[in-house]
Each structure stands twice: as C-alpha cells, then as structure tokens.
C-alpha cells in the first residue's frame, strides 16, 4: 500500500489470491477509510456484493483457469478475489459506498469492439496453447503476475486495457475534486497499481 498524502491511500492486490485478501482486510481496518474506490467496474461491485450474501459456483474462462493454476505455486487462490471479497464486505459492514472505477458495460463493450479485432481474437486463441505450456519460474507472485500480462495483453488487448487505466485515472481525479477532507483508499488490481501509484505521487507533486 501507498500512502500518496493525509487523504488518499493506494493498495494494491493481486487478483485471485488470498494472502492479498487478507492484507488487504488489516489495512482497512488500520487506515478505516470514509471513501472507498476499487479498479473493477459498477456492475462487478454489485455483483460481487450479491455473491457475498448468495453465494454460487462461478464459471472460469480457460485463461482465468490456467492463470489461477500458476499462480497457486505463490498461495492459496479464490474465486472471486479475496481482494473483491474483502472490500465488498468493509463497505457493506461499514455501510460505505464503493465505488467501481472501471468502464460499465456500455463502455467497455464500445472500448472493446473499437480496439480488438478479429485478428487479435485468432492470436489470442492461439497464444493460450503456448501459455498453458509455459512453466512460469518467478520468484515472487507479482514478478509473475507481470510476465503472465506482458504474454497475454498483446495487440488489441494491450490498447484496451491502457484505455482502461487511463478511464480509471480519470474517475479517481473526479472523486479527489469531489471530496477534498475524507479520507480515501482506492483498492487496485495489481496490474494497474505501479502505474496508479506513479500517476498520483507525480500529480501530488504538482
């Protein structure tokens, strides 16, 4: 976690595995946060805060499947993430609202059809065979989280999602115009969290 100044704090998490889950649940406690925000969309909070009080069994995409398996050589993984889980349950518990950061449905899908192409669909069809072949050495769970996205963010992919964080960084700047005093974590997958941490000590510099 970063502490960008008095107001706002930065964590990061990595999707999927419980350990981050569980820090993440000891930070809120210690920073008790009056705003909360986290890098998925609007409809994922929602759903994640259903999953809470009516659990089911979700289905897994091939990627998501081959990447939990890899990354349970770090420690014990969940669906959905603990990281998900533990912020949606602070903000039910607390009654705080948390606020998704990422593109709604609407625009992720006009994002998506913009950027990925059918060439970038046949490539990334293609790439999952080799992924689900290579034997991840990392020393560390986020060294591996960065090899697995520097694999599978090509082409079409990779614009996407720096659309997506340049969204993000967008609607954390709009909360931080809206509430100067409160005090604010935003929670982040660690796959936008470096670049989030670098943004905002830059802009806090300003």
Known sequence: MEKINDNFYIFGGIK??????????????????????????PEEVKGIKYFIENPFEMTLSDYEIIYGVNLSKY???MT?????????????????EL?????NEDEYQRAYSRDVKTLDLIRHSIRKK????????????????????????????????EERLVYIEKRINEILNEKNNELKMCISDYDFYKDLVKYFKNRNRN
């Open 16 to 41: 999927g595995l419980i350990r981050d889950g569980d820090e993440l649940k000891r930070q809120l406690y210690f920073v008790k946060p009056e705003i909360m925000m986290i890098t998925i969309s």
């Open 130 to 161: 080799r992924i689900s072949r290579t034997a991840f050495n990392n020393k560390t769970p986020e060294e591996y989280v960065d090899e697995w996205n520097k694999m599978v963010d090509i082409n079409g992919f990779k614009k996407l999602n």
């Open 99 to 103: 606020i998704g950061l990422d593109m």
């Open 80 to 96: 959905p993430s603990p990281v998900y889980i533990e912020a949606a349950r602070y903000s039910i518990d607390n009654n705080i």
């Open 75 to 77: 420690g014990e993984v």
